[in-house]
Structures are given as structure tokens and as C-alpha cells.
């Protein structure tokens, strides 16, 4: 079979995309397949085209109705005979489709997850086999998965009847534990797996700690360029987006679930077609959106898993032009999300006082409800928790009845206990300095990926970061570095906060905590992390620092090269004066603001008033800890892995770029950092580029920065 033809021939592409014939191929042949890749990687296509080669009918699960108008639209464009059965549509156009589909003169049929549990529906589909299921958003069948939908989790029950089609099952979002779980829930049979593509060479990450009051008004501030619209700002709930949204006036809108549906299609229309440049969402946009040329997509609270705001921050640049993500976080947002787990986890009590109500009839719930005594919102959480583990079911109308599941309580702990993981996971992210797009990629386990640092987010390229600036340190904080620094020499790796008190250097924990990170940043010191198990048996993490090679090695007298962030308070005037009178509005182009004679005149950091240590963290979350935090990323690059010993004539070639480094900076009147951090330094000496195009390739290097200093470097490199 010609895959490579009947793509062009039906879709009118040229090619496939990086790993979608491979995946073509298997499904074709006839293989289970599981597909995660991030959205916008084309994964659509990995069922259509192979629904199309093995004829006959496709059967397509889709959880949105709005995801099934957008594909079942294309593919009609495309000539395709395409029929859809969800609540949307009417009892006519619904039995129309299933003599369509029963004459077999379908080639997809989209159906919602809840149609599979209408009585005699599986049956009805079961009378023609399909030749292809697939399962579109599979990690919503995930107790696991942040939209997790209870109505896909039965959906493996029914899918031995339409066998032996293969099952296909897609997703964007699935860790490993979510990707073992589908496996299981869909009952896939021995799947080919592929899980892909998760790094994007085109997303600039930053991550910002930032008090709760300024967030609005930075992110007016930040959207005030053109360059950073189209923007997805995503707010912690409808209220906050409705506020932010009319701050923002004209050309934004808020969009949540809140609004009736002819309000939010209008958004969403309008986003499209370029009329509004500014959605403010709750979690609820984005799902089936394809506008490829969103710029910006801020945060402005910590999302509630990894997953989720990777699948935010992933609508950003869709059409691969260079685009910027924010998040602003504090630990009181860590705090909210832990509120948000009480209200939405009833305690297990209430779950049992509800479940030995049920009996094996359906009951209608408004009176199961008024003996147990529930507000309507609790107890509609609750039949939603028994149903999610299995303890009761609900038919089409909302009535309940009991079910077989008997160890609900655990289960029901369990998923408790995952949801404060991933809670911690995303604290953990925001609050690690470590290469954003890196940490991501090894969260979603992405094996094949080399995990080199991305050389654009906020931890490698801090001088092009918006939201945070950065600063030289003053003559004190230099000196207090350079006690670190000498601390470390020759010990062993030492635990931070014992540091902190044996130095004495009269700065609390939190500022010390941002000396530790400045000088990772800067590629000086590595932080590891480790546990210890208190007298009560708890178990404690903490960090130890130790010194790098490039630590080790780096001549006393030399600049530090560390960089400072600019302390984050609306209450320093200094600083928002700066802001407004700045020419060039923060934004995807922004450079360093000010110039070195101007950091060095800085007042010193004062320090804040705000907890002095957030260890110890609870324990036991899954991000991050395989092979300790912080230095990881920089461990990992085998380019620039400072213990990989150089030859005689690389370690002339480094020598001869840092004195260029030295005299550039000084005519510029820039640090030494914002000329080439050190570890592109040691790229540069590693992979020797010849021209420009190589210099563009090299990782760490911005673009900006291999136009400007390109020519100076390849003479060095090559004259
Ligand atoms: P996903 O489901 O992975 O988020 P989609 O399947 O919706 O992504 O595809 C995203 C876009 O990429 C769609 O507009 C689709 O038409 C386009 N696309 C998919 N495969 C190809 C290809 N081989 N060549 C060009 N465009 C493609
Ligand atoms: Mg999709
Ligand atoms: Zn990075």
C-alpha cells in the first residue's frame, strides 16, 4: 500500500510529518496503536489515513462536540463521507447516521464517548464492523488524566464487540502512568507505542514568581506589543478572567464555561478570524482551537498539573514562528490549588453515606439526594467520584445505581493522593531551576530526546527573559557569591540550608535560595536533590550544592558572570518608573533594558519579607526525581558537559573566545553573560561551527545573538 501516495491524493499534502508513516503503517496493518504526540503535531491524520487505506468505516470516539464539527467539517471539505451523532444534533439527523452507517456508505462516523451506553447502541454498531476505532483525547478515559470523563471509562467493555478492527487511541497529554492506564482501560492489544515529539524548538518558557496584585498588570504591560498578540491568557477562574479581560478592553474577551454557548462560540469565532486578539480563559479554551499563530500564552496562576499547562502553553506557535509562554506563580498558589482538592474531593464518609443508598434500580438523584441531605453541588460531586471509581453508574437521564465495585475506597484514595502529586509536580516545575522545555520533555518521559537545554527559556537565556529581568550583582552580593563559591571548594556536596546558617552572611533563606539558583544559572554550581528521614520517621527532601567543573576551574580574580533577578515588588518605585518610561515595551524582542553602567549602579537587593524556606516538600511526586534537580539539564547536554576534557587546541580555541568575550563585553558596556553564557561558549568550542547556518543551529544560541556576534566568532574560529 502507497501511504505516501493516498496522502497526497486525499489530503493534498506533499509529506508526512516527522513520525506520522510510521504510525500510518502499523494502524494500517492492523495494529493497536498508541499515539501520543503534542497537539498540533498532526495526529488526526494517523487514523484518517489509515481508516481510508483499510476502506470501509472508520468509528471515531471524540469527547467535544466542537473537536468533532472541526474534523468531521475538514473531511467532508476533503470529499470524505462523514457523519457525527452527538447531543447537538436531532433525532432525525442521529438515525440517519446509523443508516448511513449500517449501508455502509460511511467512511468515518463520530460518535460521543456517552452514545456508547444507550442501550442497543454497541449492538446496533457491532451489526457492521467497523474497519478502524479510533479514540480521540484518550487520556480523558484516565482517572489519571486532568479531564478525565467517567463516560470513557466504559468504553473498553464495549470495544471487544466491534473487533477485530484495530483500536487506535491518541493523545497529547499522557505521562507514563496515564499512557499504562489507557493501555489497560481500552484493553488495547499488544499496541505499537509511540510517544513523541514533545520538545518545541520554537517556545520561549519563562516562569515567574510574582505577588498575586501584580499579575494583571504585568500582563497588560506584556500584551501591549503587537509582536505578543494573538495571546491565550489562562486564569485560575472565570472571575479573574472576566476582570482581566475588561482590563484588557477592546479586542479581549473573557471565555469560560460560564458563558451560554452563543457567547463563547462568538469568542471563539472571533479569535479565529484575528477580530479579538486577546482570549482570557479558564481551562476550558483551547480544546479544538487551530489558530496556528498565537504569540503569547500567559499563566497568571501555577496550573493544576504539568499536563494541563503543557497543553496550554503548547497553543502558543503552532505555526513555528519564535513565541513566548509565561507563568506567574507564588506559593499561594499552591495553596488555592490545595483548596480547590478539598472542595472538589468530598471526604470518603460522604462518598459511603451516598453509596449505601444505591441499589441495583436506577434512582432518580434529586431524591437520593434529599435523604442524604446535600446541597446539589456536593452531592453531584460525589455521584461523580463513585461513578469515576466504579461503585455506581449513572444511565442517560443522570439516575444511579450501585455497581460491583467494592474497593472503591482505595481507588478513590489513590486518585487523591495522584492529584496532590500532580499538584506537587507543577509547584516543583515552577519552583526548579532547571531548562523549562528539557524538564517538560522528561516529564512526559519522551526517552528518545537527548534532553539538551533549549537555549531559549527563561534558565538558558535569561537576558532575553520578559518577565523577569535580570541584573548584575552589586560589590556586596559579589562578595557574599564568592564566599559560596569558596565554601564549596574541595567539600563535599554540601546540604543548602546548613550552608545557609553556617556561612552567616546576614541574608535570609529565600534570597540565599536565589544566590544557589544564579549560580546554576550561571553553570557554577550543581544542586542535587535528597532526602533524610526525620526522628518521626518523615521523610524530608532537601538539596546539596557542589561546585562544577566550571566551578572548580574558574580563575578568582575573573567576573562571575551571575546574574540576579530584579526583585519582583510593585511597591519599589524605582521600578515602575523604569517601566513606563522604557521606549520599547517588554516583549518577544526585548533585550537587556538597561546598560551596564546602570545595573552596576543598582541599589542592593532588599530582602523581602515573605517565608524564608518553603523545604521540606512532600515527598514522593514524580517530577524530578530520577536524577536530582537544578544542574540536571546541564549535566545532560553532551556538548557543553564541563567534564568532558578538552584537547589542546580546544582549550586555546576557549581561551581565545573568552578574551573576545571580555573585549566585547567591555566595548559594549554589557556583562560578560550577555555576550555568550558560558556553556554556548563551550559549545561553540566543541562543535567548532564553520559558517552561519551551523552558528544557528547551535543550541543556547539565540538568533538574535548568531547574527550579532556570528561574524565576530567565525573569524576567531576560522582567521
Ligand atoms: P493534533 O490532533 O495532533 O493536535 P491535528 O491532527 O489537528 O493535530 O493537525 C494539526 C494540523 O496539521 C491540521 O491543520 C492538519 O491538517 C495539519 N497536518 C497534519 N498532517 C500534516 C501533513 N503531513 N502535512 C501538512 N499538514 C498536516
Ligand atoms: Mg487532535
Ligand atoms: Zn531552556
Not at 43 to 64: D, H, M, N, W
Not at 505 to 529: E, H, P, S
Not at 605 to 632: D, H, I, Q, V, Y
Given at each position: 500500500m502507497?501511504?505516501?501516495?493516498l496522502?497526497?491524493?486525499?489530503?493534498?499534502?506533499?509529506?508526512?510529518r516527522?513520525?506520522q508513516?510510521?504510525?500510518?503503517?502499523?494502524?494500517?496493518e492492523?495494529?493497536?496503536?498508541?499515539?501520543v504526540m503534542?497537539?498540533?503535531?498532526g495526529?488526526?491524520l494517523?487514523?484518517?489515513?489509515?481508516?481510508?487505506?483499510?476502506?470501509?468505516t472508520a468509528?471515531?470516539?471524540?469527547?467535544l462536540?466542537?473537536?468533532?464539527?472541526?474534523?468531521a467539517?475538514?473531511l467532508?471539505a476533503?470529499?470524505?463521507?462523514?457523519?457525527?451523532?452527538?447531543?447537538?444534533?436531532?433525532?432525525?439527523e442521529?438515525?440517519?447516521?446509523c443508516r448511513d452507517y449500517?449501508?455502509?456508505?460511511?467512511?468515518?462516523?463520530?460518535?460521543a464517548?456517552?452514545?456508547?451506553r444507550v442501550?442497543?447502541?454497541?449492538?446496533?454498531?457491532?451489526?457492521r464492523?467497523?474497519?478502524?476505532?479510533?479514540?480521540?483525547?484518550?487520556?480523558?478515559?484516565?482517572?489519571?488524566?486532568?479531564?478525565?470523563?467517567?463516560?470513557y471509562?466504559?468504553?473498553g467493555?464495549?470495544?471487544?464487540?466491534?473487533?477485530?478492527?484495530?483500536v487506535i487511541?491518541?493523545?497529547?497529554?499522557?505521562?507514563?502512568?496515564?499512557q499504562?492506564?489507557?493501555?489497560a482501560?481500552?484493553?488495547l492489544?499488544s499496541?505499537?507505542?509511540?510517544?513523541?515529539?514533545?520538545?518545541?524548538?520554537?517556545?520561549?518558557?519563562?516562569?515567574?514568581?510574582m505577588?498575586?496584585?501584580?499579575?494583571?498588570?504585568f500582563?497588560?504591560d506584556?500584551?501591549?506589543?503587537?509582536?505578543?498578540r494573538p495571546?491565550?491568557?489562562?486564569?485560575?477562574s472565570?472571575?479573574?478572567?472576566?476582570?482581566l479581560?475588561?482590563?484588557?478592553?477592546r479586542?479581549a474577551?473573557?471565555?469560560?464555561?460560564?458563558?451560554?454557548?452563543?457567547?463563547?462560540?462568538?469568542?471563539?469565532r472571533?479569535?479565529?478570524?484575528?477580530?479579538?486578539e486577546?482570549?482570557?480563559?479558564?481551562?476550558?479554551?483551547?480544546m479544538?482551537?487551530?489558530?496556528?499563530d498565537?504569540?503569547?500564552?500567559?499563566?497568571?496562576?501555577?496550573?493544576g498539573?504539568?499536563?494541563?499547562?503543557?497543553?496550554?502553553?503548547?497553543?502558543?506557535?503552532?505555526?513555528?514562528?519564535?513565541?513566548r509562554t509565561?507563568l506567574l506563580?507564588?506559593f499561594?498558589?499552591?495553596?488555592?490549588?490545595?483548596?480547590?482538592?478539598?472542595?472538589?474531593?468530598p471526604?470518603?464518609?460522604?462518598?459511603?453515606?451516598?453509596?449505601?443508598?444505591?441499589?441495583?434500580?436506577?434512582?432518580?438523584?434529586s431524591?437520593?439526594?434529599?435523604r442524604?441531605?446535600?446541597?446539589?453541588?456536593?452531592?453531584?460531586?460525589?455521584?461523580?467520584?463513585?461513578v469515576?471509581?466504579?461503585?455506581?453508574?449513572?444511565?442517560?437521564a443522570?439516575?444511579?445505581?450501585?455497581?460491583?465495585?467494592?474497593?472503591?475506597?482505595s481507588?478513590?484514595?489513590?486518585q487523591?493522593a495522584?492529584r496532590r502529586?500532580?499538584?506537587?509536580?507543577m509547584?516543583?516545575?515552577?519552583?526548579?531551576?532547571?531548562?523549562?522545555m528539557?524538564?517538560l520533555?522528561?516529564?512526559?518521559g519522551?526517552?528518545?530526546?537527548?534532553?539538551r537545554?533549549?537555549?531559549r527559556?527563561?534558565?538558558?537565556?535569561p537576558?532575553?527573559a520578559?518577565?523577569?529581568?535580570?541584573r548584575?550583582p552589586t560589590?556586596q552580593?559579589?562578595?557574599?557569591?564568592?564566599t559560596?563559591?569558596?565554601?564549596?571548594?574541595?567539600?563535599?556536596?554540601?546540604?543548602?540550608?546548613?550552608?545557609?546558617?553556617d556561612?552567616?552572611?546576614?541574608?535570609?533563606?529565600?534570597?540565599?535560595?536565589?544566590?544557589?539558583?544564579?549560580?546554576t544559572?550561571?553553570?557554577?554550581i550543581?544542586l542535587?536533590?535528597?532526602?533524610?528521614?526525620?526522628?518521626?520517621?518523615?521523610?524530608?527532601n532537601f538539596?546539596?550544592?557542589?561546585?562544577t567543573?566550571e566551578?572548580r576551574?574558574?580563575?578568582e580574580?575573573?567576573?562571575?558572570?551571575?546574574?540576579l533577578?530584579?526583585?519582583?515588588?510593585?511597591?519599589?518605585?524605582?521600578?515602575?518608573k523604569?517601566?513606563?518610561?522604557?521606549?520599547?515595551?517588554?516583549?518577544?524582542?526585548?533585550r537587556?533594558?538597561?546598560s551596564g553602567?546602570?545595573?552596576s549602579?543598582?541599589?542592593?537587593?532588599?530582602?523581602?519579607?515573605?517565608?524564608?524556606?518553603?523545604?521540606?516538600?512532600?515527598?514522593?511526586a514524580?517530577?524530578?526525581?530520577r536524577?536530582?534537580?537544578?544542574?540536571?539539564?546541564?549535566?545532560?547536554?553532551?556538548?557543553?558537559?564541563?567534564?568532558?576534557?578538552?584537547?589542546?587546541a580546544?582549550?586555546?580555541?576557549?581561551?581565545?573566545l573568552?578574551?573576545w568575550?571580555t573585549?566585547e563585553?567591555?566595548?559594549?558596556?554589557?556583562?560578560?553573560?550577555?555576550?555568550?553564557?558560558?556553556?554556548?561558549l563551550?559549545?561553540?568550542?566543541?562543535?567548532?561551527?564553520?559558517?552561519?547556518?551551523?552558528?544557528r543551529?547551535?543550541?543556547?544560541?539565540t538568533?538574535e545573538?548568531?547574527?550579532?556576534?556570528?561574524?565576530?566568532?567565525?573569524?576567531?574560529?576560522n582567521?
Amino acid at each position: 500500500m502507497d501511504l505516501a501516495a493516498l496522502l497526497h491524493q486525499t489530503f493534498g499534502f506533499p509529506a508526512f510529518r516527522a513520525n506520522q508513516e510510521a504510525v500510518c503503517r502499523a494502524a494500517t496493518e492492523g495494529r493497536d496503536v498508541l499515539l501520543v504526540m503534542p497537539t498540533g503535531a498532526g495526529k488526526s491524520l494517523c487514523y484518517q489515513l489509515p481508516a481510508i487505506a483499510r476502506k470501509g468505516t472508520a468509528l471515531v470516539i471524540s469527547p467535544l462536540i466542537a473537536l468533532m464539527d472541526d474534523q468531521a467539517a475538514k473531511l467532508s471539505a476533503l470529499g470524505l463521507r462523514v457523519a457525527r451523532i452527538h447531543s447537538g444534533l436531532s433525532r432525525d439527523e442521529a438515525r440517519q447516521a446509523c443508516r448511513d452507517y449500517l449501508d455502509g456508505s460511511l467512511q468515518f462516523l463520530f460518535i460521543a464517548p456517552e452514545r456508547m451506553r444507550v442501550p442497543g447502541f454497541p449492538e446496533m454498531l457491532a451489526k457492521r464492523k467497523p474497519a478502524l476505532i479510533a479514540i480521540d483525547e484518550a487520556h480523558c478515559i484516565s482517572q489519571w488524566g486532568h479531564d478525565f470523563r467517567p463516560d470513557y471509562r466504559t468504553l473498553g467493555e464495549h470495544l471487544p464487540l466491534l473487533r477485530p478492527a484495530p483500536v487506535i487511541a491518541l493523545t497529547a497529554t499522557a505521562t507514563p502512568t496515564v499512557q499504562k492506564d489507557i493501555v489497560a482501560q481500552i484493553r488495547l492489544d499488544s499496541p505499537a507505542l509511540f510517544i513523541h515529539g514533545f520538545r518545541r524548538h520554537n517556545l520561549a518558557i519563562e516562569v515567574v514568581e510574582m505577588s498575586k496584585p501584580r499579575r494583571n498588570q504585568f500582563t497588560i504591560d506584556l500584551l501591549k506589543s503587537p509582536e505578543c498578540r494573538p495571546a491565550i491568557v489562562y486564569a485560575p477562574s472565570r472571575k479573574a478572567a472576566e476582570e482581566l479581560a475588561s482590563q484588557l478592553g477592546r479586542g479581549a474577551a473573557a471565555y469560560h464555561a460560564g458563558l451560554d454557548p452563543a457567547t463563547r462560540e462568538r469568542v471563539q469565532r472571533h479569535f479565529l478570524s484575528g477580530n479579538l486578539e486577546v482570549v482570557v480563559a479558564t481551562i476550558a479554551f483551547g480544546m479544538g482551537i487551530d489558530k496556528a499563530d498565537v504569540r503569547t500564552v500567559v499563566h497568571t496562576a501555577l496550573p493544576g498539573s504539568v499536563e494541563a499547562y503543557y497543553q496550554e502553553i503548547g497553543r502558543a506557535g503552532r505555526d513555528g514562528q519564535p513565541s513566548r509562554t509565561v507563568l506567574l506563580h507564588s506559593f499561594v498558589d499552591r495553596k488555592i490549588h490545595e483548596g480547590f482538592l478539598e472542595r472538589d474531593y468530598p471526604p470518603i464518609t460522604e462518598l459511603a453515606r451516598v453509596a449505601a443508598l444505591l441499589t441495583g434500580d436506577f434512582q432518580m438523584p434529586s431524591l437520593l439526594r434529599q435523604r442524604v441531605k446535600m446541597d446539589v453541588e456536593t452531592f453531584d460531586r460525589t455521584a461523580e467520584k463513585l461513578v469515576a471509581q466504579g461503585a455506581a453508574a449513572f444511565d442517560i437521564a443522570g439516575n444511579l445505581r450501585v455497581t460491583e465495585n467494592k474497593n472503591w475506597q482505595s481507588g478513590y484514595d489513590r486518585q487523591l493522593a495522584f492529584r496532590r502529586a500532580q499538584i506537587d509536580a507543577m509547584a516543583r516545575y515552577a519552583e526548579t531551576p532547571q531548562c523549562r522545555m528539557t524538564a517538560l520533555i522528561r516529564h512526559f518521559g519522551d526517552t528518545e530526546d537527548g534532553f539538551r537545554p533549549c537555549g531559549r527559556c527563561d534558565f538558558c537565556s535569561p537576558e532575553r527573559a520578559t518577565a523577569q529581568p535580570f541584573r548584575s550583582p552589586t560589590q556586596q552580593e559579589d562578595r557574599q557569591l564568592r564566599t559560596i563559591l569558596r565554601a564549596l571548594d574541595g567539600a563535599a556536596p554540601r546540604a543548602t540550608g546548613k550552608l545557609h546558617t553556617d556561612l552567616g552572611l546576614g541574608i535570609d533563606r529565600r534570597q540565599f535560595d536565589a544566590y544557589l539558583n544564579a549560580l546554576t544559572r550561571a553553570g557554577l554550581i550543581t544542586l542535587i536533590a535528597d532526602t533524610f528521614t526525620n526522628a518521626e520517621g518523615k521523610v524530608i527532601n532537601f538539596k546539596r550544592a557542589s561546585l562544577t567543573h566550571e566551578g572548580r576551574t574558574r580563575d578568582e580574580g575573573g567576573d562571575l558572570a551571575v546574574m540576579l533577578p530584579e526583585e519582583a515588588d510593585q511597591s519599589n518605585p524605582r521600578r515602575s518608573k523604569q517601566r513606563k518610561q522604557s521606549k520599547h515595551p517588554r516583549g518577544l524582542s526585548s533585550r537587556p533594558k538597561r546598560s551596564g553602567a546602570e545595573r552596576s549602579a543598582s541599589p542592593p537587593l532588599t530582602p523581602t519579607g515573605t517565608p524564608p524556606t518553603r523545604e521540606p516538600k512532600s515527598p514522593g511526586a514524580p517530577f524530578m526525581t530520577r536524577s536530582g534537580m537544578g544542574g540536571t539539564s546541564r549535566e545532560a547536554r553532551p556538548a557543553s558537559d564541563p567534564t568532558v576534557t578538552l584537547t589542546q587546541a580546544q582549550q586555546a580555541l576557549d581561551q581565545r573566545l573568552r578574551d573576545w568575550r571580555t573585549a566585547e563585553a567591555e566595548r559594549l558596556g554589557l556583562p560578560q553573560f550577555f555576550v555568550l553564557g558560558t556553556s554556548t561558549l563551550r559549545n561553540i568550542v566543541l562543535s567548532h561551527p564553520r559558517n552561519l547556518a551551523d552558528l544557528r543551529k547551535l543550541e543556547g544560541l539565540t538568533l538574535e545573538k548568531a547574527e550579532r556576534f556570528g561574524p565576530g566568532i567565525l573569524e576567531l574560529l576560522n582567521g
